[in-house]
């Protein structure tokens, strides 16, 4: 009687299977992911499989692995960079009651802080090319004549600031000395005032630059009604610049009450080559123009179009620590920019709503955002996955 000869299916190990399932991914639909393939399984007389053979197998399958996994670290590494840039250097100099701050020794933006002004400012805002991407007035307390008649002159909103118009029943949106310009009778409306207190930062670096200051909030009876911390860090290369801007307000003794209003609450008045039309509005969903995007929420909002010959746009992006994100935009098409996260009954149309919020005694509320000066259109700038970076930075 001949002796029986045993032969099994030999299967490959499960080191071996990953190996086959990345080399043959989708030519074996309805196997499992270590089930014998006909392809792989073959009989032969039982023996002994060399290891080192499964050795040499595993080697070759890491250093694959290897070779994909750097293409994929280069890859984000260059994206990273073309939307990062190499960093310019910042210098921050103060003259009075200015900062001046240049970035890759170009002029950037001043700061301006004269108690004398109802609010501090940022004035202009440039390009890394050096366009200048805000509107040119007011300078000080003065409108130039030749805009007195301009399209929604709208005064008190200055190229870049924060202020609200509705904090404890007092307007810090807009400004007494713009009176005349609102169709108000002299006395019969509560303005405030943010006056300066002192610098609690201002330094240079090679690759960022930061001012930190403090401000308090007056009523018009001359009380302190809260304090505010206003901190800007500037960066830039040679595409872009940007603020990271950090507003903290702080109830003293009393609670502090910011109401619901649409007027408000961090802005940016725009060039008027920005308004739109003829430049282009968009957000993070998509959304489009002033129609789509005013009172709804969104991560960020980006104006882009052509000023003085160059392609460009500017973004806002709300922090995930900001309060209320994703904000309400009170952005406008001609040229109001901003974020609000109280104006709820006005956005939404229904007076039922409340977004009016209130400041415990010794407590504050932190609103934080990054304006974000691209070259180009939005999809050229990247502007997506710019915010995407700097959320996942802030989380």
């Known amino acids: 009687m001949a002796k029986q000869v045993s032969f099994r299916a030999i299967i490959p190990s499960r080191k071996k299977c990953f190996r086959d399932e990345m080399l043959i991914m989708g030519q074996s639909e309805g196997l499992g992911p270590c089930a014998p393939r006909p392809t792989s399984v073959v009989l032969r007389k039982q023996t002994n499989v060399t290891p080192n053979l499964n050795k040499v197998e595993d080697q070759r399958m890491i250093h694959r692995l290897a070779i994909v996994l750097v293409g994929l670290v280069a890859a984000l590494c260059c994206f990273s960079q073309a939307i990062e840039g190499a960093a310019e250097p910042v210098q921050v100099q103060r003259s009075g009651y200015e900062i001046n701050v240049t970035i890759g020794g170009k002029p950037f933006t001043t700061y301006y802080f004269n108690p004398d002004v109802a609010k501090p400012y940022l004035q202009p805002l440039r390009s890394a090319q050096g366009t200048i991407v805000t509107r040119g007035f007011p300078i000080g307390n003065t409108v130039p004549p030749e805009h007195i008649h301009d399209r929604a002159l709208e005064p008190h909103q200055r190229p870049l600031y924060f202020a609200h118009g509705d904090i404890d029943g007092i307007d810090f949106w807009s400004e007494q000395v713009f009176n005349r310009f609102y169709g108000r009778t002299p006395g019969s409306h509560a303005y405030g005032r943010m006056v300066f207190r002192k610098i609690d930062e201002m330094r240079g670096g090679p690759d960022s630059g930061v001012i930190q200051a403090e401000f308090d909030l007056i009523s018009p009876n001359k ?118 996260p109280f104006g709820v009954s006005f956005f939404t149309r229904d007076p039922q709503q409340d977004g009016s919020a209130t400041i415990q005694p010794g407590k504050s509320l932190l609103f934080r955002y990054r304006v974000f000066i691209h070259h180009g259109d939005y999809q050229q700038a990247h502007v997506a996955e710019a915010y995407r970076q700097y959320a996942e930075q802030e989380r």
């Open 223 to 340: 009380r302190v009604i809260a304090t505010e911390t206003q901190k800007f860090t500037f960066r830039g290369d040679e595409q872009t610049r940007t603020i990271d801007c950090d507003f903290v307000v702080h109830a003293g003794e009393n609670p502090v009450v910011f109401g619901d209003t649409k007027e408000g609450t961090f802005g940016i008045r725009l060039a008027p080559e920005l308004d739109s039309p003829p430049a282009h509005m968009i957000d993070s969903n998509g959304a489009e123009g002033e129609k789509g995007i005013w009172g709804t929420r969104a991560n960020w909002v980006d104006y882009d179009g052509t000023v003085n010959g160059e392609s460009l746009g500017i973004a806002v992006f709300d922090s995930p620590r900001s309060f209320r994100h994703p904000t309400y935009w009170h952005a406008r098409g001609y040229g109001l920019f901003a974020a609000n």
